[in-house]
């Protein structure tokens, strides 16, 4: 177990729809990434917060957005849903955002579009 | 852009055999270059850091290398068990200035051991 903890687990809901995943990293964490896996494009990286600030940028589409709380937590909205958004998103955390800190991943969100 | 790129084949290997994995990668020079584990459903779990200026790391059973000529890692692991059987990812951090500890994937490998 890694400390890192993702709701809902699975998630099904149809095509145009909006959606929100929820993270809590690691107790003393700062630094929250998200990422999202897919059959054809592997485990891509869309955005990092550290300290409620936005730090890092990846692939992420304009139709979805994520935002750190005060308490550390972060939400990733996906909006107007396609098929094509089917995938595993992971939320990881880090103590710093120091590039060699350690990421620890949660246990991840499946999300199926139908 | 960067390219990363690891055997897509999955590696069949006898218990007690060491497995050796690669990592190739185009198009710029990472400062580290990190393994993770992934089982079925589950998150990837960090294994091993290693930095440019190190040839080789080791953790227990595990031996990383990375050829910044080459621009190739080896990721071996000795005496497999079966319980070894997962995918294992090599992550490289982000090109220089392009932000805070952003990974870059590689699509994994999947190891087999088996008994």
């Known amino acids: 177990d890694s400390g890192v903890t993702q709701t809902p687990k699975h998630l099904i809901t149809a095509t145009g729809q909006r959606v929100t995943l929820r993270c809590s990293p690691r107790?003393?964490?700062?630094?929250v990434y998200w990422y999202q896996q897919s059959l054809d494009q592997g485990l891509q990286f869309l955005i990092q917060?550290?300290?409620?600030?936005?730090?890092a940028k990846g692939n992420i589409l304009e139709r979805f957005s994520a935002q750190q709380f005060p308490d550390l937590h972060s939400e990733l909205n996906l909006s107007s849903l396609e098929l094509g958004d089917s995938a595993l998103y992971f939320c990881?955390?880090?103590?710093?955002?120091?590039?060699?800190?350690?990421?620890?991943f949660g246990p991840g969100t499946r999300l199926t579009v139908l | 852009s960067q390219k990363i790129e690891q055997n897509s084949e999955a590696l069949n290997i006898q218990e007690g055999k060491t497995a050796t994995l690669t990592c190739n990668y185009t198009?710029?020079?990472?400062?580290?270059l990190q393994w993770y584990r992934q089982d079925p459903g589950r998150g990837p779990v960090f294994l091993l850091l290693?930095?440019?200026?190190?040839k080789e790391k080791r953790k227990e059973r595990l031996k990383v290398t990375f050829d910044t000529t080459l621009k190739q890692s080896l990721f071996h692991i000795t005496a497999s068990q079966p319980a070894d059987s997962a995918t294992y990812l090599c992550?490289?951090?982000?090109?220089?200035?392009?932000?805070?500890?952003?990974?870059?994937f590689g699509a994994g490998t999947r190891l087999a051991v088996h008994p």
């Open positions: 990881a955390s880090s103590q710093s955002s120091g590039r060699t800190d350690t990421q620890y």
């Open positions: 992550a490289l951090d982000s090109p220089r200035g392009g932000g805070y500890n952003k990974l870059i």
């Open positions: 107790s003393g964490d700062l630094s």
């Open positions: 198009n710029y020079s990472p400062a580290y």
């Open positions: 917060y550290y300290n409620g600030e936005e730090r």
């Open positions: 290693i930095r440019e200026n190190e």
